[in-house]
């Protein structure tokens, strides 16, 4: 099998977002050089060739300077990898190896709900803008959402009777996320008053840019630092509050339960403060 082709093939998949597209493409002809440089196969990677490769990317290389790249970066080029491997050769082909590259799972920092109200406070206005950028940051954190789940909404994906919203999540997959009260007066305020004015044609994007047209996650990166922060949040104050995390699960489109349990460490935390403040042996 030719590693080029297998990889065009890959990154052509309709599974793939065009931003995992854009990351993973860069990363993946690394490695097919890497391999070709050696006469290796994509069907030749074993445990040991990936090692070596995983070796190479943490800066052990004879006779050169290290890369110095951060754990973050050396787990996307090793997630790229193995995505490429289970597409192409089966997933009982992809080395089940513990890698050096492989990202340390730290604790999301999410604002606590009083920071979020004076995060969301500081977007409030009358004018269009002011009136877009609260309801969007409204909704991202009231239903959970990625930056790119909230600049992929339509019109049609708000259900006011239903108090619902339609979600277009990663690899394509649909779910439905409840619509909170205060996200339902902010979208209706900007619908009534602010994205008429905003409005070019007929653009059917729920969120436009000053030119009407369809925002990017730029945009939400350059009106609030880290977005997705938002979106920890969510699940943090939904589990504090006592929601179960297979349906935290459910609400944040995570395709496995363990990706999900990271927020049970904040549980956790919460946990050890009831315990020390309520126990008589604490």
Do not use: C
């Not at 993946?28 to 391999?35: D, K, N, S």
């Not at 070709?36 to 060739?49: P, S």
């Not at 090692?51 to 300077?65: F, H, Q, S």
């Not at 997705?228 to 944040?252: K, M, V």
């Amino acid at each position: 099998m030719d590693v080029g082709s297998a990889i065009e093939r890959f990154l052509t998949r309709p599974s793939l977002s065009e931003a995992t597209r854009r990351s993973y493409r860069g990363d993946l002809e690394e490695f097919g050089g890497w391999l070709r440089r050696r006469g290796l196969t994509l069907e030749q990677v074993d445990a040991r060739v990936l090692t070596a490769y995983a070796t190479e990317l943490g800066g052990a290389r004879p006779g050169r300077r290290p890369r110095k790249l951060a754990p973050a970066t050396l787990a996307r080029k090793l997630a790229a990898i193995r995505s490429l491997l289970r597409a192409t050769v089966g997933p009982g082909r992809v080395p089940d190896v513990a890698l050096a590259g492989r990202r340390a799972r730290h604790l999301p920092h999410a604002p606590t709900a009083r920071e979020t109200d004076a995060l969301l406070d500081t977007l409030d206005g009358d004018d269009p803008l002011a009136l877009r950028n609260r309801a969007l940051f409204e909704l991202a954190y009231s239903a959970g959402l990625r930056s790119q789940e909230v600049v992929d909404l339509v019109l049609a994906d708000v259900e006011f009777e239903q108090e619902a919203i339609r979600v277009r999540g990663k690899g394509g997959k649909e779910r439905v996320v409840p619509l909170g009260e205060e996200a339902a007066f902010r979208l209706r305020r900007y619908l009534a008053d602010g994205r008429p004015q905003l409005a070019r044609g007929a653009e059917n994007a729920l969120f436009l840019s000053t030119r009407g047209r369809p925002l990017d996650t730029s945009t939400l990166r350059r009106l609030v630092r880290n977005p997705h922060r938002l979106r920890h949040a969510f699940a943090t104050h939904l589990l504090e509050g006592g929601a179960d995390l297979r349906t935290i699960q459910e609400l944040l489109g995570h395709s496995s339960l363990s990706t999900t349990q990271i927020y049970s460490h904040v549980d956790g935390k919460r946990l050890r403060r009831v315990y020390d403040s309520a126990h008589p042996r604490a």
